[in-house]
């Protein structure tokens, strides 16, 4: 960065790094050190929202493997900032994007857990949830529901 004719050596944050490695969600190593940075507790909470999608997206056949990988950092990113509803909407409406309505029921009998209840209450509950549930069955909202 040039300021004033003085050069400053910046190093790229974290989230500008985890971001780019979260756009390459298509290789099987991004979606690897994606993982490794999760399990080696180095993701910070606020961008496990980021990084659940981008792992949805790497691998949609193993959303219940990923929602319990990030419980933990979405789990306490809930906690301390209770306003981030926004931001789990977005999460659950491109993961039914890319998993789509019969991938969400296949996997719903599974999620059980108080780690993913935040989920699930997301896909059915209130005016902005993506889908319904109606004598069963799970369809996406009407646009005038939602």
Same mark, same amino acid.
């Given at each position: 960065?040039? !300021?004033?004719?003085?050069?400053?050596?910046?190093?790229?944050?974290?989230?500008?790094?985890? %971001?780019?490695?979260?756009?390459?969600?298509?290789?099987?190593?991004?979606?690897?050190?994606?993982?490794?940075?999760?399990?080696?507790?180095?993701? @910070? %909470?606020? %961008?496990?929202? &980021?990084?659940?999608?981008?792992?949805?997206?790497?691998?949609?056949?193993?959303?219940?493997?990923?929602?319990?990988?990030?419980? !933990?950092?979405?789990?306490?990113?809930?906690?301390?900032?209770?306003?981030?509803?926004? /931001?789990?909407? &977005?999460?659950?409406? @491109? =993961?039914?994007?890319?998993?789509? =309505?019969?991938?969400?029921?296949?996997?719903?009998?599974?999620?059980?857990?108080?780690?993913?209840?935040?989920?699930?209450?997301?896909?059915?509950?209130?005016? !902005?949830?993506?889908?319904?549930?109606?004598?069963?069955?799970?369809?996406? /909202?009407?646009?005038?529901? %939602?």
């Amino acid at each position: 960065m040039n !300021t004033y004719g003085v050069s400053i050596r910046r190093e790229p944050s974290v989230p500008y790094a985890l %971001n780019i490695v979260a756009s390459l969600y298509r290789e099987p190593r991004a979606v690897f050190a994606l993982k490794e940075i999760v399990r080696g507790g180095k993701l @910070k %909470n606020l %961008n496990a929202p &980021m990084v659940l999608v981008a792992l949805v997206c790497g691998e949609p056949e193993s959303l219940p493997d990923h929602l319990v990988l990030v419980r !933990t950092p979405i789990a306490l990113m809930h906690e301390e900032h209770p306003l981030e509803r926004v /931001r789990a909407y &977005m999460i659950v409406k @491109k =993961i039914v994007e890319v998993v789509g =309505i019969r991938g969400i029921e296949r996997i719903l009998p599974g999620l059980t857990d108080e780690g993913e209840r935040w989920f699930v209450e997301v896909l059915f509950e209130g005016d !902005t949830a993506p889908l319904v549930r109606e004598n069963g069955v799970v369809s996406l /909202r009407k646009k005038s529901e %939602n």
